[in-house]
T-cell receptor
Framework: GAVVSQHPSWVICKSGTSVKIECRSL??????MFWYRQFPKQSLMLMAT?????????EQGVEKDKFLINHASLTLSTLTVTSAHPEDSSFYIC????????????FGSGTRLTVV | QKEVEQDPGPLSVPEGAIVSLNCTYS??????FMWYRQYSRKGPELLMY????GNKEDGRFTAQVDKSSKYISLFIRDSQPSDSATYLC??????????FGKGTHLIIQP
């Protein structure tokens, strides 16, 4: 089946630095990638939708300049958290939309970001 | 409205018990319903999916949808410690993409 590989799985960074998270579709082409953020004991909240070759679509309240999304190819989407602060510490997950059936969302394994 | 309501728990039951997990939704445009299982610090994995009212069974798992009352359930029979995880309900439909509930943290006590 479809696989989305997400890296890194865990990262600690200093406040003020930037962190890049990558999601690759391994055996299919993803023209769209969804990026979620999940705080402890909270649901997955959609942050933005990346689109290959065009600008990402951000959900209300998500800072475009802080969460830079790039979808430069059909197999790679990246999320860069710029000038990270401790409140950005969270679990970030990407997901590719269904290939065929309406149920087949493919999720990455997630990235645990801790900003110190 | 985009919300899917789900009690976050935790829900703790003894091994072998029947587990009942529930969600309600308000958006009539939702057509497809899924249950995901998420282990700590991992991405969610699809457990069950359905698109019509009624029951769908897969091994120890049964998904139930009642569109008239906008209520979705997941039942786990003969629960095992390995079932301990967070279970997220999700719905798709209309102009909205995949909308998740908060997730219920389930603990199966050996």
């Amino acid at each position: 089946g479809a696989v989305v590989s997400q890296h890194p799985s865990w990262v600690i960074c200093k406040s003020g630095t930037s962190v890049k998270i990558e999601c690759r579709s391994l055996d299919f082409q993803a023209t769209t990638m969804f990026w979620y953020r999940q705080f402890p004991k909270q649901s997955l909240m959609l942050m933005a939708t990346s689109n290959e070759g065009s600008k990402a679509t951000y959900e209300q309240g998500v800072e475009k300049d802080k969460f830079l999304i790039n979808h430069a190819s059909l197999t790679l989407s990246t999320l860069t958290v710029t000038s990270a602060h401790p409140e950005d510490s969270s679990f970030y997950i990407c997901s590719a939309p269904p290939q065929g059936s309406p149920f087949g969302y493919t999720f990455g394994s997630g990235t645990r970001l801790t900003v110190v | 409205q985009k919300e899917v309501e789900q009690d976050p728990g935790p829900l703790s039951v003894p091994e072998g018990a029947i587990v009942s997990l529930n969600c309600t939704y308000s958006n009539s445009a939702f057509q497809y319903f899924m249950w995901y299982r998420q282990y700590s610090r991992k991405g969610p994995e699809l457990l069950m999916y359905t698109y019509s009212s009624g029951n769908k069974e897969d091994g120890r798992f049964t998904a139930q949808v009642d569109k008239s009352s906008k209520y979705i359930s997941l039942f786990i029979r003969d629960s095992q410690p390995s079932d301990s995880a967070t279970y997220l309900c999700a719905a798709v439909g209309g102009a909205d993409g995949l909308t998740f509930g908060k997730g219920t943290h389930l603990i199966i006590q050996p």
